[in-house]
C-alpha cells in the first residue's frame, strides 16, 4: 500500500494516493505501533498531500508532454510491481 500510495501521488492522482496511505497506516499501526518509523513516514506523505493538494488546485489534470511521459513511466513501474507482487503470491 505505501508503494501504490507513492506511485499514485507521483501521477497526480491524490485522492486515491491518501486512502492507500491510510490504509497503509492503519495496517502499520496495527502491527508496529504508532510510534514507528514508518507511521511516522506515512503521517508526514499524508501531510505533505493535504498541503499539496491545497497549493495546486489549478490546474490539476493538465499534463505537459514531459508530464505525460513521467506519467506513461510511472504506470508501467507500477504494473511491473504489481505484476512481482502476484508472482511472489503461493
Do not use: H
Not at 18 to 38: C, H
Request: positive net charge.
Amino acid at each position: 500500500m505505501f508503494v501504490f500510495g507513492d506511485l499514485l501521488s507521483q501521477t497526480g492522482r491524490k485522492d486515491m494516493a491518501k486512502a492507500m496511505y491510510n490504509r497503509a497506516l492503519s495496517g502499520f499501526t496495527t502491527v508496529q505501533g504508532p510510534s514507528s518509523n514508518w507511521c511516522r513516514k506515512l503521517e508526514d506523505r499524508l501531510q505533505a498531500l493535504q498541503i499539496t493538494s491545497a497549493e495546486s488546485k489549478v490546474g490539476q489534470n493538465e499534463f505537459t508532454e514531459l508530464g505525460a511521459a513521467k506519467s506513461r513511466s510511472l504506470k508501467q513501474k507500477g504494473r511491473k510491481l504489481g505484476r512481482r507482487l502476484k508472482l511472489d503470491k503461493p
